[in-house]
């Protein structure tokens, strides 16, 4: 079975552009969650989709976007980009809670670095 | 809004002792996650707890949920030099998919 997949791995891009970046969840499962992971503030919740509706959104500004196709594939969005939007954005997978099963599993994630 | 501790921060131990790893939480909750990961890389799932009492061992690592305290803890049996990661438990939110986690302890095995 193949996992969470994500691209593009490593990406550079200069303050006040945009960047998108893409996740593939494990075949079957419907829940696409994203995370930044930065040295200084850790592991954080930006957003959840689940059948292409956003269902729970974390304390990011506006200029974090996402959306999730029909597919169950999920983009994520960053629109002018700060330096302090260089992080690795990990994208978590999985079925449902709601069908009783609690296991996340997370991409390989992409690092993205601004400057 | 739901907080989740852990400690140590950091944790040197030489191969073949034991330790444990601590993680508190700071409101009710109905799932625990512990992950590992490595320099680089990203998150590997290793237990979901689920109940007061839970308990789940892999190789040398175990770990426990006693919900009424709020603490998980995860404890490693003889270290090997393999174990060497920064270990990160998450506390999921009722109802809904997002996990909160907790600072991270990077552990070290020396030789």
């Known amino acids: 079975k193949a996992g969470v997949t994500q691209t593009p791995r490593y990406l550079i891009k200069t303050r006040g552009q945009q960047v998108t970046l893409s996740c593939s969840p494990i075949?079957?499962?419907?829940?696409v969650s994203w995370y930044q992971q930065t040295p200084g503030q850790g592991l954080q919740f930006l957003f959840e989709y689940f059948s292409e509706t956003q269902r729970n959104k974390g304390n990011f500004p506006g200029r974090f976007s996402g959306r999730q196709f029909s597919n169950s594939r999920s983009e994520m969005n960053v629109s002018t980009l700060e330096l302090g939007d260089s992080a690795l954005y990990l994208c978590?997978?999985?079925?449902?809670?709601?069908?009783?099963?609690?296991?996340?599993?997370f991409g390989p994630g992409t690092r993205l670095t601004v400057t | 809004e739901l907080k989740v501790e852990q400690n140590p921060l950091f944790l040197s131990m030489q191969e073949g002792k034991n330790y444990t790893i601590y993680c508190n939480y700071s409101t009710t909750s109905d799932r625990l996650y512990w992950y590992r990961q490595d320099p680089g890389k990203s998150l590997e799932s290793l237990f979901v707890l689920l109940s007061n009492g839970a308990v789940k061992q892999e190789g040398r690592l175990m770990a426990s949920l006693d919900t009424k305290a709020r603490l998980s803890t995860l404890h490693i049996t003889a270290a090997v030099h393999d174990l060497s990661a920064t270990y990160f438990c998450?506390?999921?939110?009722?109802?809904?998919?997002?996990?909160?986690f907790g600072t991270g302890t990077r552990l070290t095995i020396i030789p």
């Open positions: 978590a997978s999985s079925f449902d809670l709601a069908g009783g099963k609690y296991e996340q599993y």
């Open positions: 998450a506390v999921g939110s009722f109802g809904n998919e997002k996990l909160t």
């Open positions: 075949s079957g499962h419907r829940s």
